[in-house]
Every structure is written in structure tokens, then in C-alpha cells.
């Protein structure tokens, strides 16, 4: 075992700020043209808009096509999909640029570009609007301000035989120590980092808890989603 001690571990960004997910995304069917969406936006297939269960309204993300390497940039303004295995719904434009309405879901990536308004609670509250008829980049994010953090690391390289739960998945190792730290101190949990690489991209999953059956593993995914309800099962017996 080898103990790393992390000095001045600068944090750039917020939690969420470089968030990356992995999963199948769908779109809007033509019916929800016109309705409200959960953020009091009304919904139109022409905005570069999207639907998360979790991320604030305003946030700002980056969508990728696993299958054909097509990007687009989307603003949540919406809640869902409530459907399970998927992690995003797109408006129609956005699925035709991304090329998957054919198929009907995509495997895509989603990296959180800029965290939105943190303080939004309810759909009577004042959003932040953003160009919502584009799906071109869009401007880049000032920087928060410098903070220093220090972590003492005890890192074992592991051939696991466990079931877990991932908790989500990052680009920044910041953010995935931060969460890691509080993640074992309340669930009072081991914690297992999965690295791998997502065209040319290395992605770093944090799963929790180290499980020999699939039944206590399901029972401590329903006590988690409560706060993290993305999170899934993943079976590393397996691998």
C-alpha cells in the first residue's frame, strides 16, 4: 500500500462543473410540443434543450453520440426521463443532430459544462436563459475562485470480485476525492475508483460498497438513490 498526501489540492471547480455520465438518451415526442416543462419553459422541438433528473435547471452540457462521435450542447430545463437505463431526454432537433431519431436512444456521453443556478427549487423562481435556438457552443465559464484542500490517500491497485453501486462518473479527480470523502463518512463504505478510457477520454467511476450478493446490493442502491438517483448496480465478479 502506498500513502499519497495531496498538498494544496487546487479546486477550480464546483461538484458538478466537470460531472461526466455515460447512458442511453431518447427525445421528445411531437406530442409534448407546446407543453410546460417542469422549469415553466415551454417545451419546442427547435430549442437545444433537455430533460435530467437531477442536474439544476440552467445547467449547460455537452452531449456525445457514442455511435458516430456527433456532439451538441444542451440547456436542462425539464425533468425525466422516467424511464430506467436512460439518463437524458433531448428535444427532437437535438436527437436529428446527433443523428439517432431513426433509432430511437443513443449510448452518449454527458459532461456538465457549466452547473446552472444552484439556487432554483421551484419552477416559480427566476431561471438564468441562455440562447436556447442554437446548438453551438456556448460561452466559456469564469473560473471560481481558488481553494486549497489537502487529502491523505491510501491507494491499493485491485482486481475486484464484488458487486457495487457507481455513484456517478468524472473527468476531474478533484471532484471525485471530494465526493469519495463524503460518500464514505456518511454511508460508512468502502469506496472503489474504475478507470477507464471513452474515445480517448479517461473517465473515472466512483462505485461504493463491496457486496457478495446482488440482493444487499440492491437493498443499499435503494437507500443511496434517494440522493443520488442515477446511481446503478455493477457487478465486478465479472470482470
Known amino acids: 500500500m502506498k500513502s499519497i498526501i495531496l498538498f494544496a489540492f487546487v479546486m477550480f ?29 415551454p417545451y ?29 450542447y444542451v ?8 424511464v430506467s437505463g ?8 437535438i436527437a436529428e443532430k446527433l443523428d439517432f431519431v431513426a ?14 443556478d444552484l439556487s432554483i427549487q421551484t419552477t416559480e423562481e427566476t431561471i438564468a436563459v441562455t440562447p436556447e435556438n442554437t446548438s453551438e457552443s456556448p460561452n466559456p465559464v469564469t473560473a471560481a475562485p481558488i481553494e486549497s484542500e489537502f487529502y ?3 491507494i491499493d491497485r485491485v482486481k475486484p470480485d464484488w458487486i457495487g453501486v457507481q ?26 475508483v474504475q478507470v477507464k478510457t471513452i474515445n480517448g477520454v479517461k473517465i473515472y467511476s466512483l462505485i461504493l460498497g463491496k457486496f457478495n450478493t446482488r ?14 438517483p442515477d446511481c446503478f448496480i455493477v457487478d465486478l465478479t465479472t470482470s
Open 103 to 116: 433509432a430511437g436512444v443513443a449510448d452518449v456521453v454527458i459532461e456538465v459544462l457549466d452547473a446552472g
Open 13 to 41: 471547480t464546483s461538484f458538478l462543473s466537470a460531472q461526466v455520465q455515460t447512458g442511453k438518451a431518447s427525445f421528445y415526442g411531437d406530442k409534448f410540443e407546446g407543453r410546460l416543462t417542469a422549469s415553466g419553459e
Open 167 to 192: 455513484i456517478g462518473s468524472f473527468q476531474e479527480l478533484a471532484n471525485l476525492i471530494r465526493l469519495a470523502d463524503n460518500l464514505k463518512i456518511s454511508y460508512q463504505k468502502e469506496v472503489t
Open 86 to 93: 436512460r439518463i437524458i431526454d433531448l428535444s427532437k432537433s
Open 215 to 228: 440482493s444487499k446490493a440492491e437493498n443499499f442502491r435503494d437507500h443511496v438513490e434517494k440522493k443520488y
Open 44 to 72: 419546442s422541438h427547435k430549442n437545444a434543450t433537455a430533460a435530467h433528473r437531477s442536474l439544476p435547471f440552467g445547467t449547460m452540457l455537452k452531449v456525445t453520440n457514442l455511435a458516430n462521435n456527433k456532439t451538441a
Open 152 to 154: 491523505e490517500l491510501a
Open 75 to 82: 440547456k436542462v430545463n425539464d425533468r425525466g426521463p422516467f
